[in-house]
């Protein structure tokens, strides 16, 4: 019988009768800042789970793999069942975020070589960001595994910022998360989301109003449900469009 693997902020986890595979069903919690806020999105469940499944299979066709297998209703999606690399992998192609505060660098100044950064997946210490020397130490992954999640993250930056390009989305930042299949292989897992994602309308020249991902929630801006909804139709029109290519 089904049970009731993980819940966590964002999706819960549950085991189905296949033994490689899970459910992940995709909530309207939302948080931020390490939980100390907490809400809800309405409809964010079911943004999320169509664009990480659009993405995922979008991905899939470029020879990432990933760990979607089928959707199954608006909030939930088969998944393959992998071991969870405790690594948020990051990468940036515009500063933002921590970036802009921890270097001072201004929001927005384009970085000419993507950043792949590693922090530690552990709600307890905050998620910190981990220095290479740190990640050895820790042992969180083999050097051959760090190295093929940095090769990874950059092909998958090329594509996402290729797609987002069709949505008319500047591709700021996103987080990745990788596991370990059952066949020893990394996948692409988690999912990839205005949750996950810094995504700016290029069209919007306002530095508020251009905002499309969840710094709307982080930061009080309004218009949240709004600025998922847009992220939904323009991923699904991007799709379309490329069926049709
Ligand atoms: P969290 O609060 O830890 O961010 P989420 O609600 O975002 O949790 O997601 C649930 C958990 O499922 C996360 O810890 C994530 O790492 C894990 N996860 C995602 N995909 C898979 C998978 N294919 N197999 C096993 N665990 C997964
Ligand atoms: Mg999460």
Redesign the pocket.
Known sequence: MPEKL????????YTTDEPEV?L?VF?DDA?AFNAKKRGQIVGKGEVNCTITAALLQYLETHNIPT?YLSTVDPTSMR??????IPLEVVVRNVVAGSLARETGLPVGQPIPEPLVEFYY?N?DLGDPLLTGDRLRLLELATPEQVTALQQYALSINQHLMTFFDRCDIVLVDFKL?F?VDAHGHI?L???ISPDTCRLWDKAEPDPQKRILDKDRFRHDLGQVEGAYQTMRSRVLQAVTSLSEA
């Open positions: 993980y819940e966590g902020k964002a999706k819960i986890l899970l992940s909530k948080t760990h998944v393959r069942s992998v071991t969870i997946k709600d998360e596991g996948r897992a988690d999912e």
